[in-house]
C-alpha cells in the first residue's frame, strides 16, 4: 500500500508484457554517448540588477526632466508616474516584467532603505523640542486616529494583503517612505507596497492644488496653514510645495510639523515588528488563526525580525548626527540631493511591478479608502490647529 503523499509507480506497458529476465542475465552496459550528445545546453543564467538598476537610473533621469520642465510637479510623483507607465507601455512592459525585474525590485528594497535613513539628517531634537509639547500632541492624536481610522475603515472595506496597514502608514507618517519601511518587516507582497505607494502620491500630489484654495474659507493665517499642511500632507516634498504658497513663516511651521511626524517613523516600526513576533508566537503554539502552522510557523520564528531594523537604526542615528550640528549647510543639502533621487529610483522600481487591471479591480475600494483617510487626516490636524494656536 502506497504511502500518503507517496506518488504510486506504474510499471511502463513493456515491462508488464515481456517475460521476466532470467536471474543469470547479464546486465545490459549503458550506452556511452556519443561526443556530440555530451554537449548539453547549460541553464540560462537568472538576470542580474544590472539592467533594471539601469533602467531605474533612466526613470530618475525623466523625472528629474519633468520637475524641471514642470516645477508644479515634484520629481518622485514623475517617478510613480513614470513607474507605472513602464509597466504597461508595450515598448518597455517585456523589460520590466523580464529581465530588469531582478534590478528594479532591488531599487524598490535596498535604494528605498538607504532613502529612509538619509531621511533621519532633515530632523534634529532641537527642532521637536522648539515645537512646543502642546504641538507634539497634537501631532501624536493626528498620526494615532489616522492611522487606527484607516486600518479599521481598510479591513471594512475588503483590501487584501497589508494594503490597509501600509495606506494606513503612508498617511499617517511620511507617505512612500514609511509604507516601504513597514512593509520590510511585514515582509509584505509587492504589489500590495506599489498599489499603496501610487494611493499616498496621487492623494498627496491633489493636496498641493487643492489645500491652498481652502486657507481663506477656513480663516487660517500662514502659521496656522503651515502647521495644518505639515500634519495633514504626506511627503515632505509635497508639504514643501504646498506650504510655500503661503510664504516663507507657513513653509517654516509646516516642515516643522511634519518632521515630528517622521520622528514617530521609528515607534512605527517597532510596533508593528511587536505584532509580527506575536503572530509568530502564536502561529508557534497553534493559536487558531494565527496565519501559520507547522513547518510555515517555524520558519516565522526563525526570521523573527530585530525590534529595531538596521535601516530604523541608521534613521535614528542620522538624527543624532543632525543634532550635534556637526555637518555643514553644504554636506546637508548634498545628503537631501542623494536622498532624493534614491527615493526616486525606488519608487519608480516599486510602481512599475503596478498592474493596473488588477488594480482596477479593488479601485473603487482603494479610492474610498484614500479618500476618507484624507478627510479624517485634514479633519483632525484642523481641529488640532485650531486648539494649538
Known amino acids: 500500500m502506497a504511502l500518503l503523499g507517496e506518488r504510486p509507480q506504474s510499471a511502463s506497458p513493456s515491462a508488464a508484457s515481456s517475460p521476466a529476465a532470467p536471474a543469470s542475465a547479464t546486465p545490459a552496459t549503458p550506452a556511452t554517448p556519443a561526443g556530440p550528445a555530451r554537449a548539453t545546453a547549460r541553464p540560462a543564467r537568472p538576470p542580474g540588477k544590472v539592467p533594471g538598476l539601469a533602467l531605474a537610473a533612466l526613470g530618475v533621469a525623466a523625472a528629474g526632466t519633468v520637475h524641471l520642465a514642470l516645477p508644479a510637479v515634484p520629481m518622485l510623483t514623475a517617478a510613480v508616474v513614470l513607474g507605472v507607465l513602464a509597466a504597461h507601455l508595450p515598448g518597455t512592459r517585456t523589460l520590466v516584467g523580464g529581465m530588469a525585474r531582478p534590478g528594479l525590485s532591488f531599487a524598490g528594497k ?12 532633515k530632523l534634529s531634537a532641537g527642532d521637536i523640542i522648539g515645537l512646543g509639547w502642546s504641538t507634539v500632541a497634537m501631532v501624536f492624536v493626528v498620526v ?3 492611522f487606527t481610522g484607516t486600518v479599521w475603515l481598510g479591513r471594512r ?5 497589508d494594503q490597509p496597514l501600509l495606506v494606513a502608514t503612508g498617511y499617517s507618517i511620511c507617505g512612500a517612505s514609511a509604507i516601504c519601511a513597514v512593509s520590510e518587516v511585514r515582509e509584505s507582497e509587492e504589489r500590495d507596497v506599489a498599489t499603496s505607494v501610487a494611493l499616498v502620491t496621487l492623494c498627496g500630489t491633489l493636496a498641493i492644488a487643492v489645500l491652498p484654495l481652502l486657507q481663506q474659507p477656513l480663516g487660517l493665517d500662514a502659521g496656522q496653514f503651515g502647521r495644518w499642511v505639515g500634519a495633514g500632507v504626506h511627503d515632505v516634498g509635497q508639504v514643501v510645495a504646498t506650504a510655500q504658497t503661503a510664504g516663507e513663516h507657513a ?12 520622528a514617530l517613523l521609528a515607534p512605527l516600526v517597532a510596533a508593528v ?4 513576533r506575536a503572530r509568530s508566537r502564536r502561529a508557534a503554539a497553534g493559536v487558531p488563526g494565527a496565519g501559520a502552522s507547522g513547518a510555515a510557523a517555524t520558519g516565522a520564528r526563525d526570521r523573527r525580525p530585530p525590534l529595531v531594523p538596521l535601516f530604523v537604526a541608521g534613521f535614528l542615528l542620522m538624527v543624532a548626527v543632525r543634532t550635534t550640528g556637526w555637518l555643514p549647510a553644504g554636506a546637508l543639502g548634498f545628503a537631501a540631493t542623494v536622498q532624493e533621487l534614491l527615493l526616486a529610483a525606488a519608487l519608480f522600481g516599486l510602481c512599475s511591478s503596478v498592474h493596473l487591471p488588477t488594480l482596477a479591480r ?15 487626516i485634514a479633519g483632525v490636524s484642523y481641529g488640532g490647529v485650531l486648539l494649538t494656536t
Do not use: D
Open 273 to 276: 515588528v511587536l505584532s509580527v
Open 251 to 262: 513653509l517654516g511651521q509646516a516642515v516643522l510639523v511634519k518632521l515630528m511626524r517622521i
Open 362 to 376: 479593488t479601485g473603487s475600494r482603494v479610492a474610498a479608502l484614500g479618500l476618507c483617510s484624507w478627510i479624517v
Open 157 to 161: 472595506l475588503g483590501l487584501p494583503g
Open 110 to 121: 535596498r535604494l528605498m532603505r538607504l532613502g529612509v535613513v538619509l531621511l533621519g539628517l
Open 144 to 146: 494615532a486616529a489616522t
